[in-house]
């Protein structure tokens, strides 16, 4: 026996150092691990019964597996299926995590969950409708937001009884209005009331209407004369009462600014008018075209009399 032993045990050796090696490659293959986080629990229950709490609404699993294998980990495609519909369903259960719970992944093994218990409480199931409202997030470019509207405006909450009754609205995800110039609409998802039960909510997804009106300034002039227009051949002098009149404008501030340099005007049109009467007329602002900018005067009319 020992002459077979020590027989060719260079070879032997050389054999058992690569097979060691061999051993440690192999394993450093396939003993890969990664940790994936929030990977949603889904609980299935009896109809008619709904998760009045739940402890934790995500799990956190450390897979195993060769490198290859975790690389084509899909992270939306695994959740932890808790089946509870043949259970009987009173007070508050202690639900242990089981490997087997999980599911959407293929060539890789699970081999620890935290935590590995979750704690659920039931309710009977009923339904309510609810208002739906909608947040922004962010600053249009110009203007601002002026209102928001959601259609439709009321889904249908499933959900426990006792949290039904404590729940008022529900909001949309934030809608982006970052750099927008106007008004849009937008497909949001409605989120539940809360992390710590899960509703059923018809329809999942709103339109939400973002509107956005422009910011606009003003611009007070006071003590701005009050001119005329008269027909060049006129014999007749007009009188303006009151002379002086005060402009208040209003518009977006660049273009206010802009005004500050022309000095709007303030007239009267008094080409067709008869030279025997006295006349109250209303006093208009002479503005450049094509800029969005509106114009009171203070006050709005004035007398127009006719001297020879």
Same mark, same amino acid.
């Given at each position: 026996?020992?002459?077979?032993?020590?027989?060719?045990?260079?070879?032997? $050796?050389?054999?058992?150092?690569?097979?060691?090696?061999?051993?440690? $490659?192999?394993?450093?293959?396939?003993?890969?691990?990664?940790?994936?986080? /929030?990977?949603?629990?889904?609980?299935?229950?009896? @109809? =008619?019964? $709904? #998760?009045?709490?739940?402890?934790?609404?995500?799990?956190?699993?450390?897979?195993?597996?060769? !490198?290859?294998?975790?690389?084509?980990?899909?992270?939306? !495609?695994?959740?932890?299926?808790?089946?509870?519909?043949? /259970? $009987?369903?009173?007070?508050?259960?202690?639900?242990?995590?089981?490997?087997?719970?999980?599911?959407?992944? *293929?060539? #890789?093994?699970?081999?620890?969950?935290?935590?590995?218990?979750?704690?659920?409480?039931?309710?009977?199931?009923?339904?309510?409708?609810?208002?739906?409202?909608?947040?922004?997030?962010?600053?249009?470019?110009? =203007? %601002?937001?002026?209102?928001?509207?959601?259609?439709?405006?009321?889904?249908?909450?499933? =959900?426990?009884?006792?949290?039904?009754?404590?729940?008022?609205?529900?909001?949309?995800?934030?809608?982006?209005? %970052? =750099?927008?110039?106007?008004? &849009?609409?937008? *497909?949001?998802?409605?989120?539940?009331?809360?992390?710590?039960?899960?509703?059923?909510?018809?329809?999942?997804?709103?339109?939400?209407?973002?509107?956005?009106? %422009?910011?606009?300034?003003?611009?007070?002039?006071?003590?701005?004369?009050?001119?005329?227009?008269?027909?060049?051949?006129?014999? &007749?002098?007009?009188?303006?009462?009151?002379?002086?009149?005060?402009?208040?404008?209003?518009?977006?501030?660049?273009?206010?600014?802009?005004?500050?340099?022309?000095?709007?005007?303030?007239?009267? @049109?008094?080409?067709?008018?008869?030279?025997?009467?006295?006349?109250?007329?209303?006093?208009?602002? &002479?503005?450049?075209?094509?800029?969005?900018?509106?114009?009171? #005067?203070?006050?709005?009319?004035?007398?127009?009399?006719?001297?020879?």
């Amino acid at each position: 026996m020992r002459k077979a032993l020590l027989n060719n045990i260079r070879i032997k $050796a050389l054999a058992l150092v690569l097979a060691i090696a061999s051993w440690y $490659a192999i394993s450093e293959t396939i003993n890969n691990e990664v940790i994936i986080s /929030n990977i949603p629990v889904e609980i299935k229950i009896m @109809d =008619g019964w $709904a #998760v009045l709490h739940q402890s934790s609404d995500s799990v956190r699993v450390t897979f195993r597996g060769s !490198q290859e294998n975790i690389r084509l980990i899909d992270n939306k !495609q695994i959740k932890v299926l808790v089946d509870l519909r043949t /259970n $009987a369903l009173a007070g508050s259960l202690d639900i242990p995590l089981q490997f087997g719970n999980i599911r959407g992944t *293929r060539g #890789v093994r699970a081999v620890r969950i935290e935590p590995e218990i979750i704690k659920i409480s039931t309710d009977r199931e009923s339904e309510k409708p609810v208002p739906v409202k909608s947040r922004t997030a962010g600053k249009p470019f110009a =203007g %601002e937001v002026e209102k928001t509207t959601c259609e439709p405006a009321i889904v249908l909450l499933r =959900g426990p009884a006792q949290q039904l009754s404590q729940t008022e609205w529900l909001y949309t995800e934030p809608v982006d209005v %970052e =750099g927008r110039i106007e008004s &849009f609409v937008k *497909r949001c998802r409605v989120l539940p009331p809360s992390n710590t039960w899960t509703p059923v909510i018809e329809p999942p997804e709103v339109n939400v209407n973002v509107q956005i009106t %422009e910011k606009t300034d003003t611009l007070e002039l006071f003590n701005i004369p009050v001119e005329v227009i008269v027909r060049p051949s006129s014999a &007749f002098k007009v009188e303006i009462i009151p002379d002086l009149v005060n402009i208040i404008l209003t518009g977006k501030a660049e273009l206010l600014e802009e005004l500050k340099k022309t000095s709007p005007k303030a007239f009267i @049109d008094c080409i067709d008018l008869d030279p025997s009467l006295t006349y109250d007329l209303p006093i208009l602002v &002479f503005l450049p075209s094509g800029r969005n900018i509106t114009a009171m #005067v203070e006050p709005a009319f004035a007398r127009v009399v006719f001297k020879k």
